[in-house]
């Protein structure tokens, strides 16, 4: 039973379904402060939503409100459903065994946190490794230096090379005595596709689990948890047309069940005296307190979304899309522009960083923005990263669905502007 | 904002003046401004009586903290420390040229080296009337 009303239907023509994507985006229909078209250019930071999440969770508020998993009247009994319908849906999408290996957290930040702590503490001895890539955002990073802090575990990365692609060498050294794998499966900052193919059955074969940090892979590509083979997944809704607020954390279901609780109070128990209690089964043992019931929602009702146009067909279009921005992008190379990040199309998504002459990458986001055109600039929440290959920033375009080439346009004729302003050669 | 960058702030940030170190200052003082990343780093000369002699600035960041900077430092000498510590916002943004018409992510780096030489003046990192501390 779906509950979203949705309007982009496949069709055959891509042209008309790229024109009709791009009007299930009111966001995209608004001219910017200074009257120019939005030329929405960062989704790997947050992706805009469409008509249908937006009015989902304005009528759940409207139409539905009630605290759940309480209620014994209509209400309730049917925000208890549309919650829980979003898990179920959320489990299929990513091909987990049960919806009960699904538990909502508010970002992939705090899914990752959450192992650190229920599985790391209680998992991890001294001496014991933490193999991480040099790749990985700060909130894949800084939770484990905790942990390792706590336990005496010791960090190590699978390094990268200056085109951000991993190193795989010394993959083996690097797995002996380590007891969790934690990665993100596409770089923020470079587009890079981790090749989980070669690490996932080195690393289950030396006996550690992996986490894959999905922010920047869900969104984009289509992911089968059991298929892949690792242990933990997480993700962020803001980052695939859902609402922010709402993220998950899936794992193996016995993984779950011997970890201890995250939070406790409400709804994580089965039974309390004033003494002690017994907690509540997975998946809302992990879900202390009242949810974030309407971000699950809406949640759901963006991937149902993601499911009609066809992750399939999200695929192709990124692809083409960053061929065609990569091709624009070298012919400016004469004048000093550099694209950082692999250069072959299979091991890349549409994140592209780069350097313009000796702009630096602020001034030229500033630049873009009084043409409409929003990049990201600085270091991407990967500081060792940049630190590790001596830039101090990059700017960075990401894409979307709903980006067409007209955007691609927009940006290099704002970056020709901005190589007149700077006077490059 | 495209209006913004002039010709002489191009010129201040590709040719940076009193950039680099000096042999022996009295007092050195580094900042960042942790959105950007971008870092500045001050020396300073000073007489008995607290009177700047000579300034060098060194660091990185975008066209706007380096032109601020430079042109900050082209305007010291001869200075007291305690008058450097009084000087308001309005002495580097009149001298960019922007008023206050640019974003306030961007004022943050127009200001970073003023920030970074009242703080050096003042021994102790120097906040401005509407900040918190
Ligand atoms: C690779 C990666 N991991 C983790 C995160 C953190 O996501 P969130 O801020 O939604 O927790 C991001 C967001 O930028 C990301 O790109």
Redesign the pocket.
């Known amino acids: 039973m779906s509950s979203c009303v949705i309007n982009s239907t496949r069709a055959s023509a891509d042209a008309s379904l790229e024109a009709r994507i791009r009007h299930d985006f009111p966001i995209l229909q608004r001219p910017t402060s200074n009257g120019k078209r939005l030329v929405y250019l960062d989704s790997?930071?947050t992706a805009q939503k469409p008509n249908v999440v937006i009015d989902r969770l304005v009528r759940y508020y409207r139409e539905e409100n009630a605290n759940i998993h309480r209620g014994v009247y209509d209400l309730a009994e049917r925000a208890t459903e549309a919650f829980e319908g979003a898990r179920a849906t959320l489990a299929r999408f990513i091909n987990a065994e049960r919806s009960a290996e699904i538990i909502w957290t508010?970002?992939?930040?705090?899914?990752?946190n959450l192992v650190a702590a229920c599985w790391g503490r209680h998992n991890l001895k001294a001496g014991d490794g933490i193999l991480l890539s040099q790749l990985?955002?700060h909130?894949?990073l800084v939770p484990w230096q905790i942990l390792a802090q706590q336990t005496g575990a010791e960090l190590r990365f699978i390094p990268v090379t200056s085109d951000g692609r991993h190193e795989l060498e010394q993959l083996d050294r690097l797995l002996d005595g380590t007891k969790i794998v934690a990665l993100?499966q596409?770089?923020?900052t470079f587009g890079t596709i981790t090749p989980l193919d070669q690490i996932v059955p080195r690393a289950k074969a030396a006996g550690a689990l992996v986490l894959i940090?999905g922010?920047?892979s869900l969104p984009h590509m289509a992911v089968d948890v059991q298929a892949l083979g690792v242990d933990f997944f997480?993700a962020?809704a803001?980052?695939m047309c859902g609402p922010t607020g709402i993220?998950f954390l899936w794992g193996r279901y016995a993984l779950l069940e011997a970890m201890p609780p995250y939070m406790s109070g409400g709804d994580m128990i089965a039974n309390v005296t004033y003494t002690s209690a017994t907690y509540n089964e997975l998946p809302w043992k992990f879900e202390a307190g009242t949810s974030n019931i309407a971000d699950a929602i809406a949640f759901g009702c963006a991937i149902e979304y993601l499911e009609q146009i066809g992750m399939d067909w999200i695929v192709a279009h990124e692809q083409r899309l960053t061929r065609y921005a990569l091709d624009r992008l070298f012919a400016l190379e004469p004048r000093g522009l550099r694209v950082i990040g692999p250069a072959n199309m299979h091991a890349r998504t549409g994140v592209i960083s780069f350097i313009f002459a000796d702009i630096h990458p602020h001034d030229l986001a500033s630049l873009l923005s009084s043409d409409g055109v929003c990049i990201r600039a600085g270091h991407?929440?990967t500081m060792p990263l940049m630190h590790h290959l001596g830039l101090s920033a990059t700017a960075r375009l990401s894409l979307y669905l709903y980006n067409g080439e007209d955007d691609i346009d927009a940006l290099i004729d704002s970056l020709e502007k901005a190589a007149r302003i700077f006077k490059l050669a | 904002m495209d209006d913004f960058y002039r010709e002489h702030i191009l010129d201040h940030y590709r040719n940076p003046r009193n950039f680099g170190h000096l042999d022996a200052p009295t007092i050195t003082f580094a900042d960042r401004n942790p959105l950007c990343g971008d870092e500045v780093c001050i020396e300073l000369l000073v007489d008995d009586n607290e009177r700047v002699l000579d300034i060098r600035f060194s660091g990185k960041g975008c066209a706007i903290s380096q032109a601020a900077t430079s042109m900050l430092t082209e305007s010291m000498r001869g200075h007291s420390l305690s008058e450097i510590a009084q000087w308001p916002k309005e002495h580097v943004l009149d001298e960019l040229g922007v008023g206050m018409g640019i974003t306030p992510a961007r004022i943050k780096c127009a200001l970073l080296g003023l920030k970074a030489v009242k703080s050096a003046a003042l021994g102790q990192i120097a906040r401005w009337p509407d900040e918190q501390a």
């Open positions: 790997a930071a508010r970002n992939t930040t705090e899914a990752i990985e955002h909130s894949n993100t596409v770089s923020n940090d922010a920047q997480t962020s803001h980052k993220g991407h929440c």
